[in-house]
T-cell receptor
């Protein structure tokens, strides 16, 4: 059972426009969410995170929004740049069980074209 | 800066061989993890460890074992490699104070 879902396997956006990547989760115990970016033949790199006590977190061109009632989070990239082309994974954890494990989605491949 | 290194970037092995994948982190992190990444399946947790000599099974431990003799080093062992273990293997580490994991560059393993 996939607890973290990224239903769009790919997304194509023009340079300068906004990229919106979506993620849904099923476990209401999740209280910390992260986004990772992965280039081919490299390990994922941490991008941005959000705690469930917030509904928005911003870092430069990257903003993550959390809608707890809908069990949905999204990553906004504005403006999109060709270097943003990569696979993006969302991940979630549950501090109550405190296992330090992350549950990952299946990823969305973002392509930013000129 | 957190640094997680993996012993090989690319590895080719034959079916039935014993394979060792090594991971070292330099940030004194308590937690270490082994994942595999396959197209359309995301990152799946194989094993993890909270402390030296401790290990816990992840979601897909079958066919794998691990060893953590020192805090900074976490090894993944394929006792008898099979073709369905061809994959990208990723090691990660994290502090017990935060859930943010930091990944190594990955090892692309091909089993022929």
């Amino acid at each position: 059972d996939q607890q973290v879902k990224q239903n769009s396997p790919s997304l194509s956006v023009q340079e300068g426009r906004i990229s919106i990547l979506n993620c849904d989760y099923t476990n209401s115990m999740f209280d910390y969410f992260l986004w990772y970016k992965k280039y081919p033949a490299e390990g994922p790199t941490f991008l941005i995170s959000i705690s469930s006590i917030k509904d928005k977190n911003e870092d430069g061109r990257f903003t993550v929004f959390l809608n707890k009632s809908a069990k949905h989070l999204s990553l906004h990239i504005v403006p999109s740049q060709p270097g943003d082309s990569a696979v993006y994974f969302c991940a979630a954890s549950d501090s109550i069980t405190n296992t330090d494990k992350l549950i990952f989605g299946t990823g969305t491949r973002l392509q930013v074209f000129p | 800066d957190v640094k997680v290194t993996q012993s090989s970037r690319y590895l080719v092995k034959r079916t039935g061989e014993k394979v060792f994948l090594e991971c070292v982190q330099d940030m004194d992190h308590e937690n270490m993890f082994w994942y595999r990444q396959d197209p359309g399946l995301g990152l799946r947790l194989i094993y993890f460890s909270y402390d030296v000599k401790m290990k816990e099974k992840g979601d897909i431990p079958e066919g794998y074992s691990v060893s953590r003799e020192k805090k900074e080093r976490f090894s993944l062992i394929l006792e008898s490699a099979s073709t369905n273990q061809t994959s990208m293997y990723l090691c990660a580490s994290s502090s017990s104070r935060t859930d943010t994991q930091y990944f190594g560059p990955g090892t692309r393993l091909t089993v022929l």
